[in-house]
């Protein structure tokens, strides 16, 4: 599933804003490790290759949507697509983003 949403979001240019800060850094300085956490910021590098992609950390507590829906996406045994709606469980964190 993240496959295919990852492959989708990097035709566009746009902003990541993950709340990893070494993988932010790491992915920036171009340096990747022979360790797991090596082969994902090597499968990124190559994701934003030619692409005008900015990455910039963004500490979780101003990023609290989007953590929580990776949390919800974690819990799910099958893929869940919503158009034009939200999932219900995150109603209350985009209130208090958008009131922010």
Not at 40 to 45: P, Q, R, S, W, Y
Not at 74 to 97: H, K
Request: proline share 4%.
């Amino acid at each position: 599933m993240w496959d295919n949403v990852w492959k989708l979001k990097m035709v566009f240019d746009g902003v990541l804003e993950p709340d990893a800060k070494v993988v932010v850094d790491m992915v920036n300085l171009g340096v990747v490790l022979a360790a797991d956490v090596g082969n994902i910021i090597g499968d990124i590098l190559q994701l934003i290759c030619g692409k005008h992609i900015s990455i910039s950390f963004v500490p979780r507590s101003v990023n609290l949507v989007a953590h929580g829906l990776t949390n919800m996406a974690l819990s799910y045994a099958i893929e869940r697509v919503w158009f034009e709606s939200y999932p219900p469980c995150i109603e209350g964190l985009i209130q208090t983003d958008v009131l922010a």
